[in-house]
């Protein structure tokens, strides 16, 4: 757990020294120095370099040991080699926090992330906390602390407002800075993490999410090196009704374990990831655009509870193309009442009163209209936003002051509601409408996107309950990978159902067992090293009288002599055939970075050639287990579509929820999980594993074994 | 076929007289006049008003008829009530072109479209041709021409480039030319067509294709009033190599024949016109932003023959969030050769050189190391485009000098490629390098889309060698719509086979015919009336013999007798039953707009869960059909996915083809084809239409038949 009041002395120190400073304002020592005073730092600014008496015109020390004061935080711009001696003077000097510009150390290999791991050691002895190494550093406008040599800082200061950038990438988290600043956005702290050898993009998260100058936190990671600490502060900024906007990149990559098993890859990281992060409230993205667009609009921090929106034009084109959008994205756009269109249509004949509400080019001539539509919209439509379309019209001097003094009233009015504008023009006339609290976005279609991120966030704050998740009780694994009637024994004391099935070693007892059961069964091998047992014939299904069962019980047997000679064989398994439910597909895949994560699909192409599956990490609930299973896109055929029956997805998701809790229980030795295929019968009939393969590590031999 | 020199005079006239001119340069009719006085229009500008003897400084005449010439063009700003006495004044000066600002004609109403109709004909009495009524107007940057009242100029005057924009929205329009200069594009026409009462959308496409000073057209479109000519406009744009930028609306209206048939529902309006629109060769948008971007991208002239992308970075992290976002939407990013990488690690040991190629932050120093990575890109990756992830510091006052003359000579050494940046800062730094050939963008995922899309264009014009179209013969339709074994009797003599089927009259008939096939057989009614068979218990399957079929015989009989009383009857159909292929689906549904669209998927929960369908209007050759086949989402089980054996998939394109020539030959009476199952036989072996319902409009009864 981290002490996030040592990491204030990063982010907001009342002093910093920086160590190699620089007379240069466009160097690595110099820069934060030029910045810092030409933006008025509020702290001490403390310049350490044994070869001057000044820097830029402070007074210069020639040693971390020579400074007048423990300075809160340090700069660290020296070579490599000098870092560790540097952290030595600044730890017994009394400096908590140390920022460290200087590169050559993880990212340069092995040993360079040798000595990165003795700076931490290092750090540690002194209680000093570590931003880097390979930083580009931190920013916090607010107090005017420049604690970075990004040159992004050339272009423009930052502006100072409710939103934090906490970015692994120096330079990426900076762009993002900058972009912000471009378009006029208030973000006033930046955080870049670097190396991560101690402070970590979560423990920036963290740190905004507790913060009170920040409101809206922009996060670009391209690793999670600390999964529990990042769940942890996505959970703290939920709990702050603070959005987090996640740019998580790399995309692409496949985790190794991806071939270990059939429902592996199907969780590639990335999936896993997103999976993961937005099931903490985190709004995956992958865009700088739409992180910027929607950070502007929950900037705001009107975050209304209903999920719908309301168009208001002054042509009809405009809201047709926004219409489109929002159905495209799920963002409602319900009917006016019936009621309201009439009032509506009896001050303005020839207008749409529906949604969108076309308020026609007669409201340039008489802006009241379009303060009466967009009121009518909120009062009567109840929208969460109403998006004015007013183009170039918006952007005129003259009528901009007409409508902002129409619309103004409004805005404290409907003080829980979203106005927004789409408006073309020279910034400085758009500003004035942002300033009265009014959003402006230049494009429909972007608009009614980020409208709708933040409608969602909105709308989940005002229902979200979260169930308790379930507690995993510890399970007692085998020593190796069991064979599958070892696993449904496993999954069984889990309260997992198998279809009724019984181990046999025998013709004779297999006939037996089959008559117990009733007519059809299915027959298998019963092998821990099978994994794909139709695929050799060892497999038969359909099997009718005692016959049939005798002659697949020597099948099988020869099958697998012949085609898995080496194999262990256990015995045959005898299972009562079940038909007429819906082949299923549920499985658990060890994230190296989140745990046991949990898959549901469908059987078949739904999976292989659609790719259609929900994750979950584990453990949860049977009502998050519900979610899942209908969130898939062919959930419709398990409701029934098509005329068949609907499938017990009660009895799916009591299952799919206890193999999670089992998953959570069993510890890191479990790899995966296929169950495959799992038959879900008919509603209140049940569901059932029909295979179900358990791969584990091999139990570690415990030290005096060898 | 419009004769756009006529056109001409609406768009670049000469001369330009204002009907309704006012003093006041707010008005409508006095706005055209203070736009090309402040612009320096090249032609005459002739006011008339009948109260003034100037307007705006200039002469101003009582009435048409006391102009001292025959004005190219005429503006109409009068009410609805004086434009008829007005065009016809026009037409007796001489005048052929005329741009009808005001409203009150067919957007109100029948009186107003009847009125509408009489203004057309009007005017084409004098060989007149009119823009609007209710339009906006046009602009054309150019001459300085001002057709328009558009209040979108009091914001600034358009730049000028090679961009068109053809909308039929006014506002819209006005919005999208507004964008175009508020983002530094270069956009110098702008036609609105308003209510399109002679002069289409189509027509100003048409023109742009063929203008000199236009060389990408963006059109924005609610609904196609002329299909035929918007057609061929996009095929002369495509062959003039002008990329055709299409935003059109409404894409949830869904026409009211949807509820007609099976396949009707998944032609919707919007999703007919995409395909077919696609089909010649336009880019399908559904925002503003993205339209703006390919434009940009576009109007360079420079469309390179390779579909793939190399990025060059100075931060690792940009460079991913590139290549995910080209993953995402299918644009190629290849490695590099492995020798380039070995040369470029060589100059830059800490670099990556794969692609993207990170050149990190040691480019700020030595900006030759960006040069360098791009020329590789260029050369030896040979990338259509190279995107150089630059961020703030392009936008760097001192480094943009040394960056610009290090690139610009590529610009010059691979004039067939594109050079890209990403860059963040003042739009003037940036203005240079757009200058200097370079495109500039703020955002790295904007710019992979835009690229994309540019780059697609440039390898479908390396491609494509259009194949001609297969002529239609007409077809002879019955009176009404023909029952199951009319309909494929129909179909088999347009080469389109079912499986080997007889229609019987009796039991003992339909047991020969079983015999003669071979069983198993199917069954089924034979009925004009009776659309959903199986429904209604009028289908058997699985017969194995002759006393299943006398069985099956008297079922399906008493089955219709009971659910389907009033149906006609006219026996029942014997069919040989085929398994072990791919059901599949096709049909045809008459657009209202398109005419006959052929739509091809496979069966059952692929349609009508995922609307996994691929459209094309008809008819078409068996090469487009099989593009077709393959272009839906789950072709790979046709293609053999799962293990199973590929389908006959050229059958299937000989088999759809055919279909859409039938279409195209029958003519406007045919509503509906639908062959739902057609089922594809492994290779070699076949695809067979298992049902077929065609449904037609009756025949009209010849007007003495009365």
Redesign the interface.
Known sequence: MTDLSLIDGLIAPKSVAIIGASEDPGRIGGRPIAAMLKAGYEGRILPVNPKRDTVQGLPCYASVGDLPEAPEAALIAVPAKLVPQTIEALGRKGCKAATLFSAGFAE?GAEGEAAQRELVALAGKHGMRLLGPNTLGVYNVDIGYYGTFS??L??GFPRPGNIGIA??????G??LG??AR?QGLGCSVLITTGNEADITVADAIRWMAESDSIDVICT?M?AVNDAPALLAALDVARAAGKPVLA?K????AVGARAAASHTASLTGDAVVADAVLTDHGAIIL????SMMDIAYAASKKVLPSQHSLGVVT?????G??A???A??IGLPMPSMPDEAQAKLLEVLP?ASAVNPLDCT?QA?NEPALLEQFTRAGLEEGGYGAVLCFL???A?????SKVILEAMAPLRAAFPDRIIAFCA???PEVLRRYDEAGILVF?????AVRALDAVLRLGSAQASSVKAALPEPKPVLLPATSPDEAEAKALLAEAGINAAPEQAVQSAEEAVAAAEGFGYPVVMKILSPDILHKSDIGAVKLNIRDADGVRAAHADILSAAATHASHARVSGVLVARQLSGGVECLMGINRDPTFGPVAVFGLG??FV???NDVALRACPFGPETAREMILSI??A??LQG??GAAPADIDALAEMLSKLSVFAAGAGERLVSIDLNPVLAMPEGQGAYALDAVIELDAQEVAADGH
């Not at 230049?442 to 972007?446: F, I």
Request: net charge negative.
């Open positions: 340069t040159s992004s050339d272009t970015s692994q990438s120096g330079a990426f900076a762009h900058a972009l471009d670009y391209e740019l990149s790399g995309r692409s992958r865009d700088p655009e002054v042509s009809g084109g405009a047709i193309v219409s489109d959008e159905e495209r020839y080019a340039l183009t170039y019209v952007g005129s001097e003259r009528l073309l023009g020279d230049n494009d429909p279609c972007r078949g192409i292989e050639l659609l896109r062919s419709a055929i579509a098509r």
